[in-house]
Every structure is written in structure tokens, then in C-alpha cells.
């Protein structure tokens, strides 16, 4: 395969603005196209009985991240303890700067810390941290840890 665009993540919301207000101000996501699909499509794809609004953010790294909302709000997905207890997409990674303040702007926002809070003193090389966004999408932030001197 020669891909031609970056990856896409599409993921069903039931707070459209909400969802966008959040990955806008805590991810640094922009808006960059907005578009109503027909149930006429949705159908065809097998992606919604109803249609939808659709939303692309692009990421400061270039990936797409896409909302979409139909009509009826969709059954939110439950909670699990451990992210491997289940098949599927598990989480999304960003890569950033300033984990501790990217951290403290989600909660301020939301979100809910699932990971440890030690494993931000960067001890296994990297800091980490996995949340929850508003819906109970799992991201998780990544910051390296440059070597003394």
C-alpha cells in the first residue's frame, strides 16, 4: 500500500462541542473540515443507520482525528479496568512537551487519570500518562526524557 494522507481515527461522540472544546484546548487540535454525511452513505458504509455530522481535527503531529454524531446519541462504550481486557483500539498516543501541564489542563477539563502518577518522575526513561477524555476515550500522553548533560 502507498498511503497518501495521514492516518485517520474516527470515533462516535455524544457531546460533539464538548469533545471538540476539549481536544481543542488540551491536545492543541484544530478544526479543519466539517461536513454532513447523508444517511444515504452512512448506510452504505455501515457506519450509521441515520447519517451524521463529521468532523476532521488534525493533530499538531499531522494525524486526523475524526468526530462523528449521528441523530441518536450512541451507546457509550463501559469502562474497563485494563486496557487490554478487551480487542480494539485501546488508546491514542501524542507525543508532547510539558506532560505535567498538558496533564493538569485535561483534568481541569474532565478527564480522569487512570495510570499511576509516579510514572511522571520519568524513571523508566519516558514520562507517561493515561486518561480518560470526557467520554472514556483512554489517551495517553508520552514525554521523553532527555539524559543529563
Not at 483500539?89 to 478527564?111: K, M, N, P, Q, S
Amino acid at each position: 500500500m502507498e498511503q497518501l494522507a495521514p492516518l485517520e481515527v474516527g470515533i462516535a461522540v455524544l457531546d460533539l462541542d464538548r469533545m471538540l472544546g476539549f481536544y481543542a484546548t488540551v491536545l492543541s487540535c484544530t478544526e479543519v473540515r466539517r461536513a454532513d454525511i447523508p444517511a444515504s452513505l452512512t448506510a452504505a458504509l455501515t457506519s450509521s443507520r441515520d447519517g451524521y455530522v463529521n468532523v476532521w481535527l488534525k493533530a499538531p503531529g499531522g494525524e486526523v482525528v475524526k468526530f462523528f454524531r449521528p441523530p441518536a446519541a450512541p451507546e457509550q462504550n463501559a469502562a474497563r479496568a485494563f486496557l487490554a481486557d478487551r480487542t480494539g483500539i485501546a488508546f491514542l498516543t501524542f507525543y508532547c512537551r510539558d506532560i505535567e501541564g498538558v496533564l493538569a489542563t485535561a483534568e481541569a477539563h474532565g478527564a480522569v487519570l487512570r495510570s499511576d502518577r509516579s510514572l511522571l518522575d520519568g524513571s523508566v526513561g519516558v514520562k507517561l500518562a493515561f486518561f480518560d477524555d470526557p467520554e472514556g476515550n483512554v489517551i495517553e500522553l508520552v514525554e521523553p526524557v532527555r539524559a543529563p548533560g
